[in-house]
């Protein structure tokens, strides 16, 4: 089987060994809609660099958790069928899941665009679905390092953070050195002083350690009720509206878990949507209320169209917090 393309250079790891497993029979889905692999599974892979997760043009290679262990799903389309293949412990728990992480459940149904824009966004590129992954801890994790840094100092850190105490994938010897993401347990027990070597300073440190020690309670999400994980999600400190509303979308599949307290998407709605370089979270809902039930699959497709606002002013500055 030839490498997928893309980015698994970065992944390959000679240190790091990938251990052989057989694969589970290959699982066939007739799509009902068109799908397009990278956009809507972009949400779940955090940064170039990210260890779990391999998106190529054509294929997807993602390492994850399950009830029954650790798997990894190889994901490629093949004119209207999914083709599905998984290795490892968890490999028929990841199968069964794979219809709910592409959005095949999504109901975007009532979604009828009335602003020429979105309307315009939405026909070229028919293939951006709301995911599911059903992964609460998974999700939330590299969210909570994403907060109030750069993404780059983010997705150093989860990337360091998972090859430190993650653990080889299973699949076949010719795919991707792929690293199962650490369990919940793990990342409790670890000492806040040991996420400072990550470059994760203490908040940030015990806000996971916090949610971990949650973990089950926030994995038991109802069927189709994100309101309430979303909520569960915020009794943890440190867990605010921002952090909740990105696990909601990525692995909950809630289209409209809008997001506010992001710097930058206010500004890129107020601009896409009323021509407005600048606007603040008050802005933007009054903005999105229109496609209330679908606000956040608005905002993935700016974010995925890549429509920006002009900038103005210096970005900001990366800092260390390993080296202080």
């Known amino acids: 089987m030839a490498e997928p393309r893309g980015e698994q250079g970065r992944n390959r790891s000679p240190l790091r060994p990938v251990p052989y497993h057989r694969p589970v029979p290959a699982?066939?889905?007739?799509?009902?809609?068109?799908?397009?692999?990278?956009?809507?599974?972009?949400?779940?892979?955090?940064?170039?660099g990210d260890p779990c997760t391999?998106?190529?043009?054509?294929?997807?290679?993602?390492?994850?958790?399950?009830?029954d262990g650790p798997?990894?799903?190889?994901?490629?389309?093949?004119?209207?069928?999914?083709?599905a293949r998984a290795w490892g412990p968890g490999a028929s728990a990841a199968l069964d899941a794979v219809p709910a992480l592409v959005g095949e459940d999504d109901d975007g149904a009532g979604?009828?665009?009335?602003?020429?824009?979105?309307?315009?966004?939405?026909?070229?590129?028919?293939?951006?679905?709301?995911?599911?992954?059903?992964?609460?801890?998974?999700?939330?994790?590299?969210?909570?390092?994403?907060?109030?840094v750069t993404a780059a100092s983010a997705t150093r850190s989860y990337a360091a953070l998972v090859r430190a105490w993650?653990?080889?994938?299973?699949?076949?010897?010719?795919?991707?050195?792929?690293?199962?993401?650490?369990?919940?347990?793990?990342?409790?027990?670890?000492?806040s002083w040991a996420f400072h070597r990550l470059d994760v300073e203490r908040r940030r440190a015990e806000t996971i350690r916090r949610a971990c020690r949650l973990a089950r309670a926030l994995e038991q999400a109802p069927a189709g009720r994100s309101g309430v994980t979303r909520a569960r999600l915020t009794t943890v400190a440190g867990v605010g509206p921002w952090t909740a509303a990105k696990v909601a979308y990525a692995a909950l599949g809630d289209g409209d878990a809008v997001c506010t307290g992001d710097f930058h998407l206010p500004h890129q709605v107020s601009w896409a949507l009323a021509g407005e370089p600048r606007g603040d979270d008050a802005r933007m809902l009054e903005l999105l209320e229109p496609f209330r039930g679908h606000r956040a699959r608005v905002q993935h497709l700016l974010v995925a169209a890549?429509?920006?606002?002009?900038?103005?002013?210096?970005?900001?500055?990366?800092?260390?917090?390993?080296?202080?």
Do not use: C, N, Y
């Open 111 to 148: 979604f009828r665009p009335a602003h020429p824009l979105v309307a315009h966004l939405h026909r070229r590129l028919p293939g951006l679905r709301v995911p599911r992954s059903g992964a609460v801890v998974e999700a939330l994790v590299p969210t909570v390092l994403a907060q109030k």
């Open 54 to 67: 391999v998106l190529a043009a054509d294929q997807v290679w993602r390492a994850t958790r399950t009830s």
């Open 27 to 48: 699982a066939r889905l007739a799509l009902r809609r068109p799908l397009d692999l990278r956009l809507t599974l972009a949400p779940l892979r955090h940064g170039a």
């Open 166 to 191: 993650g653990e080889p994938a299973p699949g076949p010897v010719d795919g991707p050195a792929l690293v199962v993401p650490p369990g919940p347990e793990r990342l409790a027990a670890m000492p």
């Open 306 to 324: 890549r429509v920006r606002a002009p900038r103005f002013g210096p970005r900001l500055a990366a800092q260390s917090i390993a080296a202080i």
């Open 71 to 83: 798997a990894t799903v190889h994901l490629r389309v093949d004119g209207t069928t999914l083709v």
